[in-house]
């Protein structure tokens, strides 16, 4: 008579793959980065995965005084921090499970490439296109272009324009 024992360890394994899904999304100041966070959450409640957020802050320049370019730098981490707060409470509401936070310096596609390099928990990167008509946006456009051999992840682009009755069907 056969055991259970190997359909039960498939299932816990399958179960932990599903826990250790993380959907990493980017954190700009653009509009459609909203219908990305939202497909993102909708696919890691439904699949058990944990959704990330990167910001990206753009490093201070050179100034003559140390003191201001700090002054700069520490306003920008703490606007991350605060912009971060807000879209983790999304996050926990759609999901039930609080989001990592990643706060990075630097340029945007070497910054999120570095990580996607770096954090092995990171399973889809998660971006929406420009819902105006005036194309994908610059990182879609280099990470399917020139560096598209960089992305070692299965990339989702959603259509910036989806509501939320579409994001509900395709999730």
Sequence with gaps: MPSDAGTTEGATARADAARDRVFLVVVDDSPERAVALKYACLRARK????????????????TEWAGVGAMLQEEGREE????????AAQVN????????????????????LALIAEDPRISILVL??????????PLIVALTGRYAGRVT???TIVPGAMDDDALDRVT
């Design 153 to 155: 992840v299965p990339m």
């Design 47 to 62: 699949s058990g995965g944990r959704v990330a957020l990167l910001r990206v802050i753009e490093p201070a320049g050179q």
């Design 128 to 137: 929406a296109a420009a819902a105006s008509g005036s194309g994908p946006g």
């Design 80 to 87: 991350a921090e605060r912009l971060l707060s807000g879209l």
């Design 93 to 112: 509401e759609i999901t039930g499970g609080l989001p990592i936070l990643l706060i990075r310096e630097g340029d945007p596609r070497d910054e999120l």
